[in-house]
């Protein structure tokens, strides 16, 4: 067997930097999980002391760790349903017979999403201005007074989803898009001929037959935005009031800027076994609906 | 009837949505055209009295930019590289190539991925602590030299190529390396223009890693530099507006120029599950 031993050679280089840098980090997380690990035992390792579930229990007395929770989830429950929202709509219309000049609006709705996060972030900081935003001049307009958005704690959140919305929409539109051209026309005609509306079909044929599109949609997003990051620490650091601090970003500040190892580790896993239960549910969620 | 009353709709709908997607980036390059100031009035202009290149000039000079620029290609380019040679490699011969425990590893690979690739973090940053590489351009590339998703895109695109062009080559006395160089990757093209679009875009745009491994100021990559400028110079609204565009626009002109390549790895990654 020639082929087998060549094979190696071709698989190898990718696996052993995967298996040192990826999964041994994994394994490895959990275990310093157990541990006690900060500044000093960076310095000498002889500091490492076992500590069990320590930290996670510690971190369910830390009210910094719930309320990045609190956070988090708000900001995964208020933007996936209008991130998702958003992309359908956005299919929906580069999908309609009537649409002139797609590619060019397919382009410019997608744009967003491969601009650099901290670029376009900074921009937004500037449009949700108090003072010289053009947000806020935009409402104004409208005749609604000035939103201190990045700086009234009840506003940054919602500030923060709306950005997340404009940057990330066009990614899940691709795939609704992919999937819309994938129902058969004649299941239209057929509706069509029953003297269905445009909302009866929208109801009857496209929701049905795209169901498992959102479904897949839908655990791709929540999984993404559980990873919320990089926005907060541009736009708010965190604050005000620390509204904006994600699991996330509580994990980076207690491991690299404490550098409590140890219970960033905790952090961690507490955020993927999280992104895991909610992925468990929603699939068997979908067996359950029978799908 | 109805036509003439939606079609309008549907197209005025879609102008509004890309005015709202398209407005930021564009009022971002007129404002980084502005002088100090200009953009912090009321009512905000929309665009600059008298357009200068002032604000470049200052990004390059006082505040240093050329070297985060730098930095960003060189890793860009330098992880694209690398990653390629070992994902294709990989994914061909988990698609073409028989092995023990092939099927067994690669389900294990499809598994990991619902692992944020945040979890390996802390430990990572020790691993590579130990090696030496924290603060160094290897704390980029080293961990980033291959990745399940990128095996896995050149596996689903690899299965289609014919089993009997590749016996062929072998009675013809082919090396399998000779197969892979001479067969293999030519067919794979696209996979791989479509694979270093992904790689290079990703890697520009990272923030996090880069963000925890390189805390040497001169090692900075562009999002993090404006990351930290953004910080410092909260109310220079002019200057900010350069550097965004100097971070954003080189991503946006590649995805311009090979989008064809970059949407269908979008799609043939989301078929994941």
């Known amino acids: 067997m020639r082929v087998d031993r ?74 996936v349903p209008l991130s998702i929202a958003a992309s359908l709509g956005a299919a929906l219309l580069l999908h309609s017979r009537l649409t002139r000049f797609k590619p060019f609006f397919r382009t ?120 919320l990051f990089a926005e907060p620490y541009v736009m708010t650091q965190g604050g005000p009031l620390q509204s904006t601090v994600s699991v996330l970003y509580f994990m980076y500040e207690e491991g690299f800027k404490w550098w409590n190892l140890g219970s960033a580790s905790a952090v961690a896993f507490v955020l993927f076994l999280l992104i895991f239960a909610v992925t468990a549910l929603q699939l068997r969620g979908k067996r359950w609906i029978g799908g | 009837m109805r036509r003439r009353v939606q079609a309008p709709l549907v197209n005025g709908l879609l102008l509004a949505a890309a005015a709202l997607t398209l407005f930021p980036l564009l009022w971002m390059v007129s404002v980084s055209l502005m002088s100090p100031g200009e953009a912090s009035s009321y009512p905000p202009p929309l665009v600059p009295e008298r357009a200068t290149l002032g604000n470049y000039r200052e990004l390059f000079g006082r505040a240093g930019v050329g070297r985060y620029l730098v930095n960003s290609v060189f890793l860009a380019a330098a992880v694209t590289a690398v990653s390629l040679v070992f994902n294709v490699a990989a994914g061909y011969a988990f698609a073409k190539l028989r092995f023990a425990g092939r099927d067994r590893i690669f389900k294990l690979l499809l598994g990991a991925l619902v692992i944020p690739g945040q979890v390996a973090m802390v430990p990572l940053f020790l691993l590579l602590k130990e090696m030496g590489l924290v603060n160094s351009y290897g704390g ?72 925890i491994v390189l805390t040497d100021k001169d090692l900075y990559t562009l999002p993090v530099a404006l990351a930290s400028l953004s910080r410092e110079h909260v109310q220079d609204n002019e200057l900010m507006m350069a550097g965004s565009v100097l971070t954003t626009l080189p991503v946006l002109l590649v995805f311009l120029a090979l989008q064809r390549y970059y949407m269908q790895g979008l799609l043939a990654g989301s078929v994941k599950g």
Request: hydrophobic share 60%; glycine share 8%; aromatic share 16%.
């Open chain 1, 6 to 79: 060549a094979a190696w050679w071709f698989v190898a280089p990718a696996l052993l930097v995967i298996a040192v840098f990826f999964f041994l980090p994994v394994v490895a997380a959990f275990l310093i999980s157990l541990t006690d690990f900060d500044i000093y035992a960076l310095a000498d390792l002889a500091n490492l002391r076992f500590v069990g579930l320590g930290n996670y229990l510690k971190l369910l007395q830390t009210p910094l760790f719930w309320q990045a929770l609190g956070n988090t989830l708000y900001f995964v429950g208020a933007g």
């Open chain 1, 108 to 227: 410019a709705l997608f744009a967003p999403v491969v601009t650099t996060l901290v670029a376009v972030a900074v921009i937004w900081r500037y449009l949700f201005n108090t003072r010289y935003g053009l947000l806020n001049y935009a409402l104004g307009g409208l005749g609604i007074d000035p939103i201190d958005w990045l700086g009234d704690p009840h506003w940054a959140m919602p500030a923060i989803i709306l950005f997340a919305v404009w940057k990330n929409f066009g990614y899940n539109m691709i795939i609704f898009l992919a999937g819309l051209q994938s129902i058969p026309d004649e299941l239209y005609e057929a509706a069509r001929i029953d003297g269905a509306s445009i909302w009866r079909q929208f109801a009857s044929v496209t929701l049905p037959m795209l169901s498992p599109v959102v479904m897949l949609v839908g655990i791709l997003t929540i999984a993404g935005y559980f990873q």
């Open chain 2, 140 to 211: 980029v590339i080293v961990p980033a030299m291959a990745g399940i998703f990128g095996i896995f895109l050149v596996r689903q695109y690899a299965l289609s190529i014919p089993d009997e062009l590749l016996e062929a080559a072998r009675i013809d006395g082919a090396s399998e390396f000779r197969i892979f160089g001479a067969i293999v990757v030519p067919a794979l093209k696209p996979i791989i223009v479509t694979l270093a679009v992904f790689t290079l875009l990703g890697t520009w745009n990272d923030f996090m890693w880069p963000l």
